[in-house]
C-alpha cells in the first residue's frame, strides 16, 4: 500500500502474463460500452471504477470513494477551536414515533462503496446471516495498520430484512471507521493538561487505569498532568464553549499504543442524517452504559418490567420467538440518576445450561424504542451463544476461572456463557424475597412526562435530555467525528463524553469504573441505598456488556 501512495521503491518483478489479445480486445470493449452509456447520475458522490479480471473472466466496478488520509493527495483539515463551535438547529423527524430526520434508504448508500474487496472502507464484503432464526443480521469486519499490526474492527445490522441490516451495518461500520481516528484532519495542539487549565476534559474525570495495570504494561506510560498529549477540540453544550479533548478520549485507537494511556472504545460515539440526531443518539449510549455499569457493578436489584404490555407486536412476538428456542427474554427499569428510560435485556436460558445467559440494553426518550433496543441485541445473540461458546468452549472456561484471561470485547460477553457464571447476575435475576409476576412494572411506566420521544423535533429531544444531564452537574461535550466520506452523504458523527459518568471497558485488567467515585456514590445519590458503597459491596464478576 505504501508503494502505491507514495510512489517509490517498487520494480516489475516480470512480464505480465496476460498480456495477449484478448486482454486488450476485452478492456476496449469494455470502454466503448461505457463511451456509449448514459452519463453518470449526478446524485451519485463517487465515480466507478470498471475491473476487468483476464483470469476469472469477469467484469466488475465500483464507486472509487477517495482516501482522506492519502499521504499523495489528501489536504487535510486543521482542527481549531473555532471549527468545534455547534449551532443546534430544527430537525423536523421524517414521521412520528422515530427519533431520525430521515429513514436509511434515504442516503442512497451504495454499499457497493464502502463494502469491496478493492478498497472498501469498511471491508470486502457484507456477510449475511442466513441462519438466524430471529433477526436478519449482517456482519462485517475491516481492517486498520495500528504500528506493526493490523487492528480488525467488526460492524453489524440487526433489522427485520437483509435489506435494512445491510444498510444499517455499512452505516455502523463508517460509524466505526470515523470513530477510531482523526480522518481528513490535522490534530496541531499538543500540550500538558497543566498549560491547559481548567477549561480542557481532565482524563482523571474519564477515569484511569490503576497503578498495577501500568506496572504489569510498562509499554503503556500512565498519564500525569505534565505529560504531553495531542488534543482536539470539542464543544460544551452545557457552557456553549469549546474545550480541549484529549486525542485518545476522543478517537478511540490512535496508532501507537504507547499514546493510548486509557482504550478508549465506541461509547458515545454515533451518526444521524443532522448533527441533532447524531448527538442525540450519542448521549442516549452514554447514560445507557453508565447506568447499566452502575447496576452492574453495584448489584443493584432492579424493577422488572413485562414485555406483555408493549404496544409493539413486533416486540411481543419476538419475546415469544426467543421462547420457542429455549430463552426468556427478561428486561428492567434501569433508571438510576436520570429520568430518561434505560432498559436492560436478559436471554436466560429456561434450562440454565451452556449459552445460559447474554445481556444487551437500550436507551430512548421513548419507553418503547428503549425496550426495542435491549430486544433486538439478545434476539440477534441469544441463537448464536451455544455455537460461539462450543467453538472455544475450553477458553471461555477458563476465563470463568481466571477474569485475568478476559482481554477483549468479546470475551465479556461469551464468558456468561458458562453456566457458572450466572451467579453473578443472581442480584438481578433471582433478589430476595421472590419476585412475582405480578410485582413486574408496565413498559408505559418508564415514560418520562417531560419528553417522551413523541414531539415533532429532535433538536426539542436533545435539549431535554441535555438539561436533565447538566442539572445534575455534568457537562456534555461533543467531539465532530464526521469523516470525508460520510459528509459526501449528508451523514453526520460526533464522540459524546459525560466526564464524570461512568466508562464501559473491556479486558479485565482495564476495568476504570470500579475505581471512580460514582460507581460508589451514584446509589445512594438516586435514593436506591442508604449509604455510600464499599469495596466488598462491588459485583465481583466482570461486565459481560457487548
Not at 476534559?201 to 495531542?230: C, K, M, S
Not at 461458546?389 to 482481554?407: C, G, K, L, S
Not at 470525508?484 to 459524546?496: D, I, S
Amino acid at each position: 500500500r505504501e508503494g502505491l501512495e507514495l510512489r517509490g521503491g517498487t520494480r516489475e518483478a516480470g512480464p505480465w502474463p496476460h498480456l495477449v489479445p484478448f486482454a486488450a480486445q476485452a478492456v476496449a470493449a469494455l470502454i466503448a460500452s461505457r463511451a456509449g452509456a448514459p452519463a453518470r447520475d449526478a446524485r451519485r458522490p463517487f465515480p466507478d471504477v470498471w475491473l476487468v479480471d483476464v483470469q476469472r473472466l469477469t467484469v466488475r466496478h465500483h464507486p472509487l470513494v477517495p482516501e482522506p488520509d492519502c499521504p499523495e493527495c489528501a489536504v487535510p483539515e486543521p482542527v481549531t477551536a473555532e471549527g468545534a463551535a455547534l449551532v443546534l438547529r430544527a430537525a423536523p423527524k421524517y414521521r412520528p414515533g422515530v427519533s431520525r430526520v430521515r429513514p436509511v434508504d434515504a442516503y442512497g448508500l451504495e454499499v457497493d462503496a464502502f463494502a469491496n474487496p478493492h478498497w472498501g472502507a469498511v471491508g470486502p464484503s457484507v456477510v449475511c446471516d442466513v441462519t438466524s432464526p430471529t433477526t436478519s443480521a449482517t456482519v462485517g469486519c475491516f481492517s486498520s495498520r495500528s504500528g506493526d499490526y493490523l487492528r480488525e474492527t467488526f460492524w453489524g445490522g440487526h433489522a427485520d430484512t437483509y435489506h435494512g441490516s445491510t444498510r444499517i451495518g455499512v452505516l455502523e461500520g463508517l460509524e466505526r471507521y470515523a470513530g477510531m481516528r482523526a480522518r481528513g484532519r490535522a490534530v496541531t495542539l499538543t500540550a500538558t493538561l497543566s498549560e491547559l487549565g481548567p477549561d480542557a476534559v481532565d482524563p482523571r474525570e474519564t477515569g484511569l487505569y490503576t497503578d498495577a495495570f501500568h506496572a504489569q504494561n510498562p509499554w503503556v506510560p500512565p498519564f500525569t498532568p505534565d505529560r504531553r498529549i495531542p488534543w482536539v477540540w470539542g464543544w460544551s453544550l452545557r457552557d456553549a464553549r469549546p474545550r480541549p479533548v484529549p486525542e485518545v478520549l476522543a478517537y478511540y485507537h490512535k496508532p501507537g499504543i504507547e499514546h493510548r494511556f486509557v482504550q478508549e472504545s465506541s461509547n458515545g460515539c454515533a451518526s444521524g442524517g443532522s448533527l441533532e440526531e447524531a448527538v442525540l443518539s450519542g448521549l442516549m449510549e452514554v447514560l445507557e452504559r453508565d447506568a447499566f455499569l452502575l447496576a452492574w457493578h453495584g448489584m443493584q436489584p432492579l424493577p422488572e418490567i413485562d414485555p406483555a404490555t408493549s404496544r409493539d407486536p413486533r416486540t411481543r412476538y419476538m419475546v415469544e420467538r426467543m421462547a420457542l428456542y429455549g430463552y426468556r427474554a427478561r428486561f428492567f427499569d434501569t433508571r438510576i440518576s436520570f429520568p430518561v428510560p434505560v432498559v436492560t435485556g436478559v436471554a436466560e436460558r429456561f434450562d440454565g445450561g451452556p449459552a445460559r445467559m447474554c445481556f444487551g440494553a437500550g436507551a430512548s426518550l421513548d419507553p418503547e424504542a428503549a425496550l426495542a433496543a435491549a430486544l433486538c441485541e439478545i434476539a440477534t445473540d441469544s441463537v448464536q451463544l451455544l455455537q460461539r461458546f462450543r467453538r472455544d468452549e475450553r477458553d471461555y472456561r477458563a476465563m470463568a476461572d481466571d477474569f485475568t484471561r478476559i482481554t477483549s470485547l468479546h470475551d465479556h460477553p461469551l464468558v456468561y456463557a458458562v453456566p457458572e457464571m450466572g451467579r453473578f447476575a443472581d442480584f438481578l435475576l433471582r433478589p430476595g424475597p421472590a419476585r412475582r409476576a405480578a410485582d413486574r412494572v408496565e413498559v408505559a411506566a418508564l415514560r418520562w412526562d417531560r419528553a417522551d420521544g413523541s414531539g415533532p423535533d429532535v433538536r426539542d429531544d436533545l435539549l431535554a435530555a441535555v438539561d436533565a444531564v447538566t442539572s445534575a452537574g455534568f457537562d456534555v461535550v461533543v467531539v465532530d467525528q464526521t469523516a470525508p466520506e460520510q459528509r459526501a452523504l449528508g451523514l453526520h458523527t460526533v464522540k459524546v463524553l459525560v466526564p464524570g459518568l461512568l466508562p464501559l471497558d473491556f479486558g479485565w485488567p482495564r476495568q476504570r469504573a470500579r475505581h471512580l467515585p460514582r460507581t460508589f456514590t451514584a446509589l445512594r445519590e438516586a435514593g436506591l441505598r442508604p449509604g455510600d458503597l464499599t469495596e466488598a459491596d462491588l459485583n465481583p464478576g466482570p461486565h459481560p456488556f457487548p
